[in-house]
């Protein structure tokens, strides 16, 4: 089990992992495009408190294995760029998405994305415990998936050795034999509608409980077929950086991706996924009579 580095105002945990990832991307991002914006989870006044000086030293021993000029105003500065507002073209990234299962050493993502005009146009998924883009593997060569708008999607093992293999969802029309994604931690998502609908549309098998994007990857490659977030008291709008990646890959891959309406999912209103509640991900095939359900027999009640 990890230890986290410090606990966030919403009392999330983060690790030097979260934040050392976030200072590598940023730095890579400010030298290769340093004209499009940057909009990511982390913020450098997190630092603020007593444990700064020993998490900032920290997270540049771990940086200093990857990159040269690591000083504390570096790292502030690399995560720093992260901060910025999304604009008409932006990068947006979630450095560990899922840090609870990365601390319980099970699934976590790290997720970049490319934004332009409210729509997702590059997405990749780094899966460290995923194996084939499919299968937990904790500890072993990780997952990287990969799509770009209109051009497809793929995947590959993260050591290097493997061939990129094109990503494509499942061809199952029927519920009985779908299987659902949703989040590992019970609170991240609404279990009772999750089960209600479930019921509704005669969903078989029981869900497949998963931290983090990987759950979008593992539906990109074949092997579920429905992933449902809904919105909860705590969190009712979704953060743009848990999702972006995943949509799509998701979509390249023959999928479908909306809220729970079915309305598109819209990048172009801030951190926040302000208009649209809650996501519903799909092979495609399953999408339409899933939106129908949770209409008339769950978002009501
Ligand atoms: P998951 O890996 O599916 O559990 O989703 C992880 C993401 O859920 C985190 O990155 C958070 O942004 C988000 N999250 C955190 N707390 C909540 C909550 N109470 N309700 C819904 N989503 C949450
Ligand atoms: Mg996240």
Redo the contacts with the bound molecule.
């Keep these: 089990m990890v230890e986290p580095a410090l606990t966030k105002n919403d009392r ?1 945990p983060v690790t030097i992992a979260d934040f050392a990832a976030q200072a590598l991307i940023g730095k890579m991002l400010l030298e290769t495009f340093p004209h499009d914006a940057f909009v990511a989870e982390e913020d450098p006044q997190t630092f603020t408190g007593p444990q700064a000086p020993e998490t900032l030293g920290r997270v540049g021993h771990f940086l200093s294995r990857f990159t040269g000029d690591v000083t504390p105003e570096n790292i502030c500065k690399w995560i720093g760029h992260g901060q910025m507002a999304p604009a008409k073209r932006y990068w947006t990234l ?1 450095p560990i ?2 840090t609870k ?1 990365f601390l319980r050493g099970d699934q976590y993502a790290v997720a970049l994305a490319l934004v332009v005009d409210g729509k997702v146009q590059l997405g990749v998924l780094g899966c460290p415990n995923l194996k084939d883009s499919r299968t937990p593997d904790v500890g072993g060569k990780g997952t990287i998936s990969f799509a770009a708008r209109s051009k497809g999607a793929w995947t590959a093992s993260l050591s290097g050795s493997q061939q990129w293999q094109p990503l494509k969802v499942s061809g199952r029309k029927t519920f009985e034999e779908a299987i659902i994604l949703r ?3 019970a ?3 609404d279990t009772s509608r999750t089960s209600q609908l479930m019921q509704k549309l005669g969903v078989r098998k029981p869900p497949l409980l998963m ?2 994007l990987a ?1 979008y990857s593992v539906l990109a490659s074949n092997e579920a077929d429905l992933l449902l977030r809904f919105p ?1 008291d ?2 009712p709008y979704e ?1 743009i950086w ?1 999702q972006a990646a995943g949509v799509v890959i998701v979509e390249e891959a023959g999928g479908k991706v909306t809220d729970l309406e079915g309305k598109a999912l819209d990048f172009s209103q801030g951190r926040f996924l302000l208009a649209n509640r809650g996501v519903l991900v799909s092979n495609g095939h399953l999408h339409t009579q899933t939106v129908e359900a949770l209409k008339k027999h769950v978002l009501k009640a």
């Design positions: 999330s979630d998405d899922g299962g989040s590992y931690e609170r991240h998502t931290d983090s759950k909860t705590e969190h953060c848990d």
